[in-house]
């Protein structure tokens, strides 16, 4: 019998939804729990932790956006990675869903494979993963930050700090402009893969968020007032 790849927790009122992914879930090695209401999906997240939660924004009692915001809100559960699933062409949800954490989305109706690599993809924060003395991993590195993007890690003086992938996405591509600006409209179209003619604050959100969890080592990422946001250089 072979080792499970971890527990994925499925949140959505639709029965047949939910048994097409629990199976293919299955199939591909993980276990896998159920909730049909948002507020079942609050008491099993807490009760069975776990590795990532598949989260239907359109739920019966609970609206989807409400249980990612009190799942990253408690410190039992903020840590989990939330993969959201929404109605196509429901652009706002999904932008409010990320400026509240969550780390990524898929549209219904969806390709089954597409929400087992995503699965894998948001897996990936929570993993730790084997780091053999031989592993050249890819390091990115601005002031004292580091972040190894292989397997999508950050780290503050030498101190792992936990972000969402959303989070690590936005200060990965932050760091590798080597202190370019990088517009809003970019960051958009490039980290959310969204339309850069949206009005939101999710770029201002984010950076904030992400100012906030890096402490003094968010000073590096400076504001550039009327465009957009980048890397600060050394000396500068």
């Not at 840590?79 to 959201?84: E, F, K, R």
Request: aromatic residues 4%; charged residues 30%.
């Amino acid at each position: 019998m072979t080792d499970s790849r971890g527990l994925v927790l499925i949140v959505d009122d639709e029965r047949d939804l939910r048994t097409l992914l629990d199976f293919n879930l299955r199939q591909a090695g993980y276990d896998t729990a159920q909730a049909a209401t948002g507020a079942e999906a609050l008491a099993r997240a807490r009760a069975v932790q776990p590795m990532v939660i598949i989260l239907d924004l359109n739920l019966p009692d609970v609206s989807g956006t409400d249980v990612c915001r009190l799942l990253k809100g408690d410190p039992q559960t903020q840590g989990i990675p939330i993969l959201m699933l929404t109605a196509r062409g429901s652009e706002t949800d999904r932008i409010h869903g990320l400026e509240l954490g969550a780390d990524d989305y898929v549209a219904k109706p969806f390709s089954v494979r597409e929400v087992m690599l995503r699965v894998e993809a948001v897996a990936r924060r929570r993993a730790t993963p084997d780091q053999p003395a031989n592993r050249e991993a890819r390091v990115l590195r601005a002031g004292a930050i580091e972040l190894d993007v292989d397997a999508h890690l950050v780290f503050v003086e030498g101190q792992e700090l936990p972000l969402t992938l959303q989070e690590f996405r936005l200060l990965a591509y932050l760091v590798q402009g080597k202190g370019r600006v990088r517009t809003r409209d970019e960051l958009l179209a490039d980290v959310w893969n969204t339309s850069p003619e949206l009005e939101t604050r999710t770029v201002d959100t984010h950076v904030k968020r992400l100012r906030d969890k890096l402490g003094t080592a968010g000073e590096i990422i400076e504001t550039v007032r009327g465009l957009g946001y980048r890397i600060r250089q050394p000396n500068e």
